[in-house]
């Protein structure tokens, strides 16, 4: 073994890195807010409302992300209708097939955890909402919403980490992000495990700078539980 | 009627594949899940440091990765152990074991956590009447603390497997032939991407539900001396 590979192409590896977050950052964020929405739909009585979400929830919690992302980046090109219009240039791009794809599974998932956290707040609650004579949006913005944040942080963590160990899988559709870019390297040196190993050691840093993030948030959000806060769920 | 240009027998030939992987990875998995569970309890010191190590690092590198290393970096390992010994043939590891491996490391991984639980979660009173009962160690792990682990890990337990489903389709990107690398071949040949990643999401859906039935058949059955409230 001969670690000096490593310091080689360390540049090359935190270009990787760059794309990396790059795209956990955009997808996260974009999954986030379309997550909301399919949350909230998928709470409703009414079949028809909740139907939709719940087949699209299905199905992108049901498949492999690989074979997501293959559909966006291969099957998508398979259509004329695609290929002549004004999206081509955007589904054209590796970049921003991967961050679609991983936009919709991660708002799936993240859905999901939406919908847990504001069905886990006590019926009480919404009641006095009622009778102190909020509006629906009044009560969601107010109680609800805030309220399931704080229950959400936890598992929502999880999600990010999950992330950006899916966004490996970039890797596969071209995309030179640390995986991608460590495979390259690996092309010109031979050397496997040297570089693999390294780029499994930048992945655990950025998890656990994601862990100690959110363990501050968690913190901020939930202190008036007092100084002895009350264990909340932290499995999805 | 929808024409999969006569790959659709290949397909299944690849979801058996995938059905294999994922079994033969599921058992090396409750293996290691259990051990580290108990490593984790156990009161001695190097034995917590190493269970903690293994849970952290897997946990904390992407699959893909864990697949790659594993296939790319179990020769060179293989190859300089068995120099050791004045071995010098070539060894070279197929797709099958490696993915056998890291799957299989990565669901020992998070099942040591869901074990850890469900250990932790089994009142100290149940050992101790065992004991007052004449029950040795192996015994008691058998008749009263495997059981109630088993019931309370099965929901854990079924997320995992649903995960470790979804990650056989990386195995694919070593040359596994499963639904995926069946799949990637046909598309090659047809030009016809949507039509069979398509199929191959139908595929996996489908074993999906399938396990989602076993796992509340066994949940049920599992949970037979329970009354609801």
Redesign the interface.
């Known amino acids: 073994m001969d670690f000096s590979v490593v310091v080689e192409y360390f540049p090359k590896l935190m270009q990787g890195t760059w794309v990396s977050l790059q795209l956990i950052a955009l997808s996260v964020v974009l999954g986030g807010i379309f997550a909301l929405p399919i949350a909230l739909a998928r709470i409703s009585k009414n079949p028809l409302v909740s139907g939709l979400p719940f087949a699209y929830i299905?199905?992108f919690r049901?498949?492999?992300?690989?074979?997501?992302i293959?559909?966006v980046y291969?099957?998508?090109?398979?259509?004329e209708v695609v290929r002549e219009s004004f999206l081509w240039p955007i589904l054209r791009e590796p970049f921003w097939c991967a961050i679609i794809a991983f936009t919709l599974n991660t708002s799936a998932y993240t859905a999901e955890i939406f919908r847990g956290a504001i069905q886990a707040i006590p019926v009480g609650e919404v009641e006095a909402c009622k009778v102190v004579g909020m509006t629906k949006v009044q009560m969601y913005r107010r109680i609800l919403l805030p309220r399931a944040f704080g229950i959400v942080l936890p598992a929502y963590g999880n999600e990010i980490?999950l992330m950006?160990?899916?966004?490996?899988?970039a890797?596969?559709i071209t995309i030179l992000d640390l995986?991608g870019m460590?495979?390259t390297i690996?092309a010109r040196t031979y050397t496997?495990?040297e570089i693999?190993?390294a780029?499994?050691v930048i992945?655990?840093a950025i998890?656990?700078v994601v862990i100690a993030i959110f363990k501050q948030v968690e913190k901020r959000q939930n202190r008036y539980l007092g100084p002895n806060p009350v264990k909340l769920p932290d499995?999805? | 009627m929808i024409d999969l240009s006569g790959f659709g027998n290949q397909l299944l030939i690849g979801a058996a594949v995938t059905v294999e992987l994922s079994l033969a990875s599921l058992a090396v998995g409750l293996v290691l899940g259990l051990l580290g569970a108990s490593a984790k309890l156990s009161s001695v010191k190097t034995l917590q440091w190493i269970a903690n190590g293994y849970t952290?690092?897997i946990?904390?590198?992407?699959?893909?990765?864990t697949v790659?290393?594993i296939y790319?970096?179990a020769t060179?390992?293989l190859m300089a152990v068995a120099g050791l010994f004045g071995y010098d043939e070539y060894i070279e590891i197929g797709p099958f074991a490696a993915g056998v491996t890291a799957l299989g490391l990565t669901f020992g991984a998070y099942a040591t956590e869901v074990f850890r639980g469900a250990l932790q979660s089994i009142p100290k009173g149940q050992n101790e009447a065992a004991v007052a009962l004449g029950m040795g160690r192996v015994r008691t792990f058998y008749r009263i603390i495997l059981p109630q682990v088993w019931r309370m890990a099965l929901p854990?337990l079924g997320?995992l497997f649903?995960v470790l489903l979804?990650?056989?389709?990386?195995v694919?990107?070593v040359g596994l032939d499963d639904i995926?690398r069946k799949?990637n071949i046909a598309?090659s040949s047809t030009?016809?991407?949507?039509?069979f990643?398509?199929a191959?999401?139908v595929l996996?859906?489908g074993l999906?539900?399938v396990s989602m039935g076993v796992v509340y058949f066994l949940e049920k059955r599992a949970n037979r001396g329970i009354k609801r409230a």
Do not use: C
């Open positions: 299905f199905f049901g498949t492999p992300l690989l074979v997501q293959f559909l291969y099957g998508a090109s398979q259509f980490i950006l160990k899916g966004s490996a899988l890797s596969t995986t460590a495979r690996i496997p495990i693999f190993l780029a499994g992945y655990l998890s656990m499995d999805v | 952290t690092i946990r904390g590198i992407p699959e893909l990765l790659l290393i790319f970096g060179t390992v854990g997320n649903l979804k990650d056989t389709a990386l694919s990107v995926m799949a598309v030009k016809e991407p949507f039509l990643y398509s191959a999401a996996y859906l999906t539900i």
